[in-house]
C-alpha cells in the first residue's frame, strides 16, 4: 500500500509540478550551459548506494575536498542555488526517485556514506527502510543551511547540532510509521512551506502522543537553542570529523 501511495503520488506530482520544475530547469542550464541536474550519491536501505536526482544548486566541479555539509552562505551556490534551496524545489526533482522506487516520499532522509558510516548500532536501522523526501526531522530542520552558516567545520557542526536529533526523530518515526502518520507527514510538509510555526507545532504534539523523549520533543519545537549532543547508541558528543 505505502509503495502503491509512492507511486501514484510522485507520477501525478511529476505532472502537476511541472509549470515549476520546467522553468526551473530553464533558468539553471541558462545560468553557466551546464547541466540542470546533479546527480548525488545516497545511501537507501540496506546500506545501497542509489543515485539521487537534485536540481544543481552550486557551481560545477566544486573542490571535492569541500565540506559534504552546507551552510547557507556557501560560496559555492549559484544565485539561482540560492532559490533552490529556498524553496526546496531539489526535494520535488526527487519525485523521480520514489517513482522509480530508490526511495519514498516519507522516511529517514537518506545521507552520504561518509556519514553513514559513522552510524552507531542503533543509527544504523534508519537504513532498514527506504530513505524519503520527508519525515520529522525534514520538518524540523528545513532550516539546516542556516544553522550550519558561519560554521567553520559544517560537518563537524552537523553531527553535533543536528545529527543527533534528525537520527532520533528518524527513530521515532521508523517505531510508529503507518499509512496515515506518512500522509500526515506530507500534509505537515507542505503546511510548513507556508506556516512553519503552526507545522512545528504539530510536530510537537504528535510527538508527545507518541511518547518521544522530552528532551527530543523540546529541540522539535526549535524554540530554544541547539546544543551539542550524543547521537542515537553513543554516550560521547562527536569532537572530530
Given amino acids: 500500500m505505502k509503495r502503491g501511495l509512492d507511486f501514484i503520488a510522485s507520477f501525478f506530482g511529476l505532472l502537476i509540478f511541472s509549470p515549476i520544475l520546467l522553468p526551473v530547469i530553464g533558468l539553471i542550464w541558462m545560468h553557466d550551459y551546464k547541466s540542470p541536474f546533479y546527480i ?6 540496506d546500506g545501497k ?5 537534485k536540481f544543481r544548486s552550486m557551481i560545477v566541479n566544486q573542490n571535492q575536498n569541500a565540506p559534504e555539509s552546507t551552510g547557507a552562505y556557501d560560496q559555492r551556490i549559484t544565485p539561482i542555488g540560492h532559490f533552490i534551496r529556498k524553496f526546496k524545489l531539489d526535494e520535488l526533482s526527487q519525485l523521480w526517485n520514489v517513482l522509480i522506487g530508490d526511495m519514498s516520499l516519507v522516511g529517514p532522509r537518506p545521507n552520504v556514506k561518509s556519514e ?3 552510524y552507531t548500532n542503533v543509527e544504523r ?7 524519503g523526501i520527508t519525515d520529522f526531522s525534514s520538518i524540523v530542520f528545513s532550516d539546516e543551511a542556516t544553522i550550519l ?3 567553520k567545520n559544517p560537518d563537524l557542526a552537523y553531527n553535533q547540532f543536528i545529527r543527533p536529533w534528525k537520527s532520533r526523530l528518524g527513530l521515532i518515526y521508523l517505531e510508529n510509521k503507518t ?4 500522509i500526515q507527514l506530507i500534509f505537515c510538509t507542505v503546511l510548513s512551506v507556508l506556516r512553519r510555526e503552526t507545522a512545528l507545532a504539530w510536530i510537537v504534539r504528535k510527538l508527545q502522543k507518541l511518547g518521544a523523549d522530552d528532551n527530543v520533543v523540546i529541540v522539535s519545537s526549535r524554540k530554544i537553542e541547539l546544543y551539542p549532543f550524543p547521537p542515537p547508541g553513543a554516550n560521547n558528543i562527536v569532537v572530530e570529523r
Fill in 40 to 45: 548525488a550519491l545516497r545511501v537507501g536501505k
Fill in 49 to 53: 548506494e542509489f543515485k539521487m536526482i
Fill in 179 to 182: 499509512l496515515l502518520l506518512d
Fill in 149 to 151: 552558516a558561519n560554521k
Fill in 125 to 131: 536501522k534508519l537504513l532498514s527502510v527506504k530513505p
Fill in 116 to 118: 553513514t558510516d559513522l
